[in-house]
């Protein structure tokens, strides 16, 4: 087996935050694997790999026993929350969570919510200010999906800024160069998280209503239902990733319609599901998602062994040219494939229908009600990787 590339990239690098791309082209002239030297991991950018590993069932995101790293004691209260996550369990623990959520989180209850979407994305640009320039993210990419996943969850609306809160410091978890500043925030909003849920919960078990939170309480398979930690924790999960990465995707996606000059023809009716996976697979709210290897096994040429840790570079198999010609164009007119942004195989994101529905719900109304929008200054990405998303984005309607 030949040695692999080492190639050095800090991931809070300036340059980096604002375009990784160039950094995810130089790893590809490597082969389909490299190692990322600031991460200690070998890294690929390749979507036939990406698609492998992720639909392997020799790889997962539960690290084996021998591999399960030792939690300081200042980070228990997050990880007593991920001990009960689906996205970081495999089966059949995984296999009978995500069976329960399946069962209250149905395509029927998603597909209901989309006059409801639309209502309240006319509300929130009604309150846009015209001819002065606004920040579209904290006006509109994020209020919109976190008020339809309380909607949905039925958890009050009023408590949208405190789930935005607590929901980012959270994620704070997963980015790189995290600090123990960060992790005490994280600490903090995971305590107030579950301190609300569990009494919210509790509420809900005395007087149900219909919502996802009572569904989920309801939800049974062969006698068996959600224990309350696993019920806090799965509130938690969706009501961190129903939000987080649509967020960063309205931002990206309306920076970039507005850089191609593609709306409004790309938002029509019949166009508007493709310029969506276009919008999704060019600019990806998360960039790398990992593996651990369950036992020896080759993917295209490269050995891994039991315990070996992979990253997958979404936004670069998103990319590659084997699989897209000029790849690195935003073409909303392209040929609908499968792209790595919901991840694939058995943790494919449950909440991919509803992440999509507000996209294409959200979009046409948008550049519908305000065909002057331009930027008003240069886009600014936060330094947020994992995620990629935009500090601000500020616009002119």
């Known amino acids: 087996m030949t040695e692999l590339s080492v190639l050095s990239q800090s991931p809070v690098d300036a340059a980096f935050v604002q375009n990784p791309y160039p950094f995810y082209e130089r790893a590809r002239t490597q082969g389909p694997f490299f190692r990322w030297q600031e991460y200690g991991l070998v890294a690929t950018t390749s979507a036939a790999a990406t698609n492998v590993i992720f639909r392997d069932r020799r790889f997962g995101r539960e690290a084996p026993p021998e591999c399960a790293p030792v939690i300081p004691d200042h980070l228990r209260p997050f990880f007593a929350v991920e001990a009960h996550s689906m996205l970081e369990l495999e089966p059949p623990r995984h296999t009978r969570l995500r069976s329960l959520v399946l069962r209250a989180f149905t395509s029927r209850r998603i597909a209901a919510l989309e006059p409801e979407i639309a209502t309240l994305v006319h509300l929130l640009i009604d309150d846009i200010p015209i001819g002065t320039p606004f920040d579209l993210l904290p006006r509109f ?130 166009k508007v599901e493709a310029t969506v996976e276009e919008i999704l697979r060019h600019d990806p709210a998360l960039h790398m998602f990992t593996r651990w290897a369950y036992e020896d096994i080759e993917v295209m040429g490269r050995n891994f062994r039991r315990g070996d840790q992979v990253a997958l570079l979404l936004a670069a198999a998103n990319r590659d040219p084997g699989v897209w010609d000029q790849p690195a164009r935003f073409l909303p007119g392209r040929k609908v494939k499968p792209h790595a942004s919901f991840g694939a195989g058995l943790h494919f994101c449950v909440g991919a229908p509803l992440a999509r529905l507000e996209l294409q719900v959200a979009l046409p109304i948008l550049f519908q009600r305000l065909p002057g929008l331009r930027l008003e200054e240069l886009p600014v990405y936060a330094d947020v990787y994992h995620f990629h998303g935009l500090k601000h984005l500020t616009l002119q309607a």
């Open 141 to 270: 990419a994020q209020p919109l999906p976190v008020r339809i996943i309380a909607r949905l969850l039925g958890v009050p609306e009023e408590m949208a800024g405190d789930l935005l809160c607590w929901s980012n410091a959270m994620v704070g978890m997963y980015m790189a160069g995290r600090t123990r500043a960060v992790e005490d925030r994280a600490m903090a909003a995971t305590e107030a998280f579950v301190d609300f849920l569990r009494g919210y919960v509790e509420k809900r078990r005395a007087r149900p209503a219909d919502d996802l939170i009572t569904h989920l309480i309801a939800a049974e398979a062969d006698g068996d239902r959600l224990s309350t930690e696993e019920l806090i924790t799965t509130c938690i999960l969706l009501l961190n990733a129903g939000h987080e990465a649509t967020v960063h995707t309205i931002g990206n996606g309306v920076k970039t319609l507005l850089e191609a000059r593609a709306a409004p023809a790309a938002l029509h009716p019949e």
